[in-house]
């Protein structure tokens, strides 16, 4: 059973926008915070944002800052990344997860889900 399920990924030029939704199921419902990791190829993963579930508190890597929003929709149980200006770096492998505490810790975070290709052309 997929606890997480990640969509929206493909194919975007330089400078233009994608976003991602993460829908998940009734059994993440107690998790405290959702948040989006990237891994690109031959490099670790790595934070992106997160947002804790309860209050909206928002956190972002200092990489998307200003470019990347990270939602939430309480009734739909999904978050979003909706991503702007994007740039070829940022091309990667996006990743959704839930935790019970913490927030840019990858080793924080229990459920994840299977990812979604982003690939941004110059």
């Known amino acids: 059973q997929d606890l997480l399920v990640e969509s929206g990924g493909g194919l975007v030029q330089a400078g233009g926008s994608l976003r991602l939704p993460c829908a998940a199921s009734k059994h993440i419902l107690g998790s405290y915070v959702r948040g989006w990791f990237r891994q690109a190829p031959g490099k670790e993963r790595e934070f992106v944002a997160a947002?804790?579930?309860?209050?909206?508190?928002?956190y972002y890597s200092d990489y998307v800052r200003g470019r990347f929003t990270i939602s939430r929709d309480i009734a739909k149980n999904t978050v979003y990344l909706q991503m702007n200006v994007l740039k070829p770096e940022d091309t990667a492998v996006y990743f959704c997860?839930?935790?019970?505490?913490?927030?840019?810790?990858?080793?924080?975070?229990?459920?994840w889900g299977q990812g979604t290709q982003v690939t941004v052309s110059s």
């Open positions: 997860a839930a935790a019970t505490s913490g927030a840019r810790m990858a080793a924080d975070y229990r459920y």
């Open positions: 947002i804790t579930w309860s209050d909206g508190s928002t």
